[in-house]
């Protein structure tokens, strides 16, 4: 990169293209416009965008933008360079914690065990793969139940922790995978996958580069033999997951596997995953959909007779989206 008077200039050079100042301003979670702004003096960033606006530059360049941050805001980077070429510390998930989930798994009522279980169980995992919040998005894919006697067609994302540039609660997450995912294919092979870099050509295994997502890794959700879903792990950051932070990874999708009852476990003979359209075209689909079939179910003679759940009645809803999206 040709050199730069101060990190406005460095950053104009840097987010010059279209396409790179649109990658960079997903990153971040802000608007293309923003990034120009900074660029011209017009406003400045927060030292969290900082944070990731650095992390978001070539390894090779971000010694040098840090330097010219310096001459505006002299010690913010102290330490940064290392903080940020160094790979995150592992250690392992704490003792404390495991005694915790299973003090909630025994106390906690059945109804709110799996969604109080999962959400203590994220909360922690993001913080613990993510300590300098680069940015780290964690979904559970989970097996869609079948209707009758088929098999299980597809995985349902609706659970998940973020943070910047992903939303907290992971909620335009929401959707149905099948055999083109990464999740679909560590369900069906029982192993820990990990890709490196999205954006390189070549990869051996499905996955599609979603937004701000470089690099991902996803362990199956298992016990004894069957299996209830995957854990997915997304980053900003090429080359994030480590072999350290592979096995955290996993230890996580071990945990969750405790939040499930029995029968969300499937042998893996009875799943066959179709194939589905991407995010954008269901995004669109479900927003139609969704609140009509719910409000179809919860209509239809003898419900109030029988009560449904909203649980058992949002299944119903997925479960129909599910078919319209396979046809």
């Known amino acids: 990169m040709e050199q730069a008077g101060d990190w406005r200039e460095l950053l104009r050079v840097y987010i010059a293209s279209p396409q790179e100042r649109l ?4 990153v971040l979670g802000v608007r293309p416009i923003t990034l120009a702004r900074w660029a011209n003096g017009e406003s400045l960033p927060r030292q969290r965008n900082l944070h990731q606006l650095i992390a978001a530059f070539p390894p090779a360049d971000r010694a040098t933008f840090i330097a010219l941050l310096e001459r505006d805001m002299p010690g913010f980077g102290a330490g940064l360079v290392e903080e940020l070429e160094e790979p995150v510390e592992v250690v392992d998930i ?32 993001l913080k613990h793969l993510d300590p300098h919040r680069l940015g780290l998005g964690i979904s559970i894919a989970r097996c869609l139940p079948p209707t009758n006697d088929e098999p299980v067609r597809s995985l349902l994302i609706d659970m ?12 335009g997450e929401t959707m149905l995978l099948g055999v083109e995912s990464l999740a679909a294919y560590v369900v069906i092979s029982g192993y820990l996958v990990a890709i ?44 994030y997951f480590t072999p350290q932070l592979q096995q955290l990874v996993s230890d996580y999708a ?41 409000l179809e179910i919860l209509k239809r003679p003898g419900t ?3 009560y449904i759940g909203v649980i058992q009645a949002e299944q119903l809803v997925w479960q129909q989206i599910e078919k319209e999206l396979l046809q």
């Not at 998940?160 to 909620?171: C, D, F, I, Q, V």
């Not at 029995?262 to 991407?278: A, T, V």
């Open 196 to 239: 490196a870099n999205l954006q390189e050509e070549g990869n051996r295994y499905p996955a599609s580069l979603a937004a701000w997502e470089q690099s991902v890794a996803a362990a199956p959700i298992a016990w004894e033999g069957r299996v209830a879903g995957a854990f997915v792990v997304s980053s900003t950051q090429i080359n």
């Open 254 to 294: 071990n945990l969750i596997a405790l939040t499930l009852h029995p029968e969300q476990f499937y042998d893996p003979q009875h799943i066959r995953f179709g194939l589905f359209p991407s995010q954008q075209e269901q995004g669109a689909h479900i927003a139609v959909r969704f609140r009509q079939l719910l």
């Open 304 to 306: 109030s007779q029988q």
């Open 23 to 26: 990658r960079v301003a997903n």
């Open 160 to 171: 998940g922790r973020g943070s910047a540039p992903w939303e907290p609660n992971m909620a």
């Open 94 to 125: 704490p003792v404390e914690f495991y005694r915790r989930v299973l003090q909630t798994r025994a106390t906690a009522p059945g109804s709110l065990n799996r969604s109080s279980l999962c959400d203590l169980i994220l909360q922690q995992a």
